[in-house]
């Protein structure tokens, strides 16, 4: 997006100077005097040779005053402990006309030349690269260690310049740009007729432009800027994928658990149970629950067909009289309805007891039948150390929904970021490209 | 940095979770399940209330 045209020149001096406008007479000042080839005229807006004796016009103040600047030209702030003056301002827009940006020209005379580009309220801080950029031939290049993905290619043309510049900058001026990010980074390429230039950007929060030049009130933030990271420096991709592995771990732990589960048989028999009288309660012989503490599943199966079958039971410590209560209910429905077969409920009814001491137990059992069935045969089975899932999902589930939750707002930004490139990857038509952000 | 933070999260949360989860499991602890109730005999039937 931003671009710096030619390499600055060398050699810092240190002075200002001023001199007369050929057009009008009024004081113009060079603040990178001997580095600045044109400066305009804050007076009546031409555009002046800052190396000629005579300052000739080089063009007429035909762009007049269409833009103003957020930081005033001559504003001092400080980026990242360097203390920056703001010495040009460039308005420019795509061939297409469909947005713009702003460009401010910094100068520091021991750092050289920065640009500071402003777009839709995002600012990025950007300087000439004096490294060319490895092509990885598709469509990235490579650029210390990073890799930078094709974002937007088209044409900037310059619609207004105010202050000075270190190049003959000229309102109309065309070039060609390319920009690559791997955000918080941009890579920009120009291509101006045979020469083809760098520059290497950073994204910086508004804030911290905002705190450096005191602006009051910072430009209006829009969408998501081609190399603005996710707030906060999160990488949502990075965290969501270490929440699954995370959630793996705790998978591996609890197949470890499952594999060493006993699922021994402690009790299992064949009853009868019936509608009424006393014949409804059954106590069975007791049976005993070995050491050490572990759970138990109570299991009830009975060939009930468009029928229930429910039991009260509780399993009852022959010593301590400490019971634990688990009802079951035997309900298994199934039919045919417009030709489709359909089925509901199961002939098998569990329920797991939490952490049972050792000792000796029976079962106490209160049957109850439907109205129209005296008696049914059902089967009770009583397990030991069976594996128990409930609580992995309870431990996991903050992890997935971590991973859930930084996965979408992830690709929600992505998808903002995207969509004003030329590689959007969710579009309203056909065609979406894979891009993984 | 809120990643780091949030990552060194993430890494304290699972080692909690997973010798939780051992221990859980270990003492077969079962969430939801019904807990246990007391003794709770009725004199006359013999049998325990439900």
Redesign the interface.
Known sequence: MAGESPVPPAAPPLKVAAFRCAACGAPVTLRAPGRSQVASCDSCGVVLDANDPNHRVLAGAVQGRKAAPDIPLGARGALGGVTWEAIGFMRRRDGSAAYGWSEYLLYNPWRGFRWLVESEGHWTLVRMSADRPDDNGDGSFSYRGERYKEFLSGSALVQYVEGEFYWRVEVGERVSVSDFVAPPHILSREISGDEISWSHGEYLPADVVASAFRLDPPPYQIGVAACQPFP????PR??AA??LL?VG??FT??LY?VVR?ESKPLYSADLTAHAAGPER?IVTPPFTVDIP????ELVASSPVNNNWLYL?A?L?NES????????LEVSYYQGVDDGESWSEGSQRAD??????PPGVYHL?I?TTLPGNMPARDFHVEVIR?VP?W???W???A??LA?ALGLGIAGFSFEAKRWSQSDHPFVTSSSGNDDHDG | MLHRRLRASLLLYAALAGMLLLGLNRRGWVPFAPGRAGPDIDPQRGFHHK
């Open positions: 906060g420096g999160i990488k990075a965290l270490l929440a995370m771990a705790l732990l609890q658990t589960s309660q503490t572990r759970d138990l009260d509780s009852v301590t009289q400490e019971s634990f209560p688990a009802d329920r797991l007891l939490s952490s049972v106490e209160e150390d128990v409930r609580s992995f309870l431990l996991v903050p992890l971590v």
